[in-house]
């Protein structure tokens, strides 16, 4: 038995979980983009509460069809549509949908207006407090959202978030007491995040997926990749992927260093593109000056690929020692640390074992465990 299913089977079996049957609603409208982290999220953890779990019961509210799941016996999968409407409104009303339940969970950062039971969000960083350019511009919408909601830190029972690093950055600005905020890392699909069986013959290059978001700090990447000695850097072809590509900043600085020769922008890509670049990178590189989790990083590990990323946030408690992490506030470091690893196959060589070690620690079914005992703990 896999240690995460023995978890699980202590946990359902033994000591105070062992309870009556619970009725869990989780409203799943991320779903459209695994790419981004919230739809890698949301679809990840509703896999793994059904290997885990056989024994409650969940409603799954979807907002379209294309998004299928294995079918579980005590999983029943709602495709909830309103063609006029959009997420504030389908968000509200889809969970009065389907009667009385013990929990609602939105794994994303949002509020009920109307709970029949306990309330979890899953917040995955506080970043709009913290960039104030990255807050949503209020509209009619979200005016009747706040109208409805009201306070909503009185409405939420319990948040999940994913570091420990995102815990205290919740704790420290909005009001919610300690033991209201429960932590519960993300997790690794290791059967499709692996390293390829056969590599492919094609010119190296570095790695990077990231979205739109400035706080992704992509445009340092460029400068530094442009900045590395040219005997070094015409070794290497630079690819961007996701969301990030379609910033007109991020082309022009390719442009204005010379570099798009050998700079590929593939935008956003399946999820069988993603760990296709993964697998075949000589470097995954993450510059980010904010994240709640940072799942790249831990994709990138899990195929085999080195990695180099900043020390913000919560990306040391991620990275572990498997990693080079470097201050994304210090121009030029990243520039010394990509030449370091660049010019060493054997510091490469390293960083990938520790790579693939350090991605075995992490699992969508613990994530799933450390979940249900949430729902267990607010349901009573």
């Known amino acids: ?26 409203a799943a409208w991320h779903l459209k983009n695994l790419n981004v982290g919230i739809g890698r999220y949301a679809r990840e953890l509703i896999e793994a509460l059904g290997r885990v779990d056989q024994t409650n019961q969940y409603e799954i509210l979807i907002p379209h069809a294309e998004h299928p799941f ?3 016996p005590n999983m029943r999968y709602r495709v909830i549509r309103f063609p006029l409407f959009r997420r504030r409104f389908w968000e509200q009303v889809a969970p009065l ?10 794994p994303y950062d949002s509020c009920a207006a109307w709970k029949r039971g306990k309330f979890v969000t899953t917040i995955h ?3 709009p407090l913290l960039f104030p350019e990255l807050r949503p511009r209020a509209n ?23 570091s420990e690093h995102s815990r205290r950055d919740l704790l420290a600005h909005v009001p919610l007491r300690p033991e209201q905020v429960t932590v519960t890392s993300l997790g690794l699909d290791a059967g499709r995040f692996r390293p390829a069986e056969q590599p492919r013959e094609r010119k190296p290059y570095v790695f990077c ?16 990749f442009a900045a590395l000695p040219e005997t070094l850097r015409r070794r290497f072809d630079l690819l961007l992927a ?28 399946s999820d069988r593109e993603l760990v296709d670049y993964y697998q075949q990178a000589a470097l995954f590189v993450f510059p980010s000056l904010y994240e709640g989790f940072g799942l790249p990083v831990l994709e990138a590990m899990g195929c085999g690929c080195p990695v180099i990323c900043s020390n913000a946030s919560s990306l040391p408690e991620v990275a572990g020692d498997a990693a080079v992490l470097f201050d994304p506030h210090e121009r030029g470091r990243l520039a010394d640390e990509l ?23 992490f699992s969508w079914d613990r994530t799933a465990v450390e979940t249900m005992a949430v729902y267990r703990r607010l349901a009573g």
């Not at 570099?259 to 590929?264: D, G, K, R």
């Open 125 to 127: 960083d506080v970043k």
């Open 209 to 224: 997926v990231a979205g739109a978001d400035p706080t992704k700090n992509v445009g340092l990447l460029i400068d530094e």
């Open 1 to 26: 038995m896999v240690p995460s299913l023995r978890i699980t089977r202590n946990l359902l079996y033994h000591g105070s979980i062992q309870r009556s049957l619970v009725k869990i609603v989780i």
């Open 70 to 72: 294995t079918a579980r």
């Open 339 to 361: 030449s370091r690893v660049l010019a060493s196959p054997e510091l490469r060589d390293e960083l990938r074992s520790r790579g693939l070690a350090r991605a075995r620690e």
């Open 140 to 162: 009619l919408n979200s005016r009747i959202e706040d109208w409805l909601v009201g306070d909503r830190w009185q409405t939420i029972d319990q948040v999940i978030t994913v």
């Open 97 to 106: 949908l389907v009667g009385p339940y013990d929990v609602l969970h939105f």
């Open 242 to 269: 996701g969301d990030v590509c379609k910033r007109q900043d991020i082309r022009a600085a390719v442009e204005r260093h010379g570099l798009s020769a050998q700079t590929t922008l593939v935008g956003v890509v």
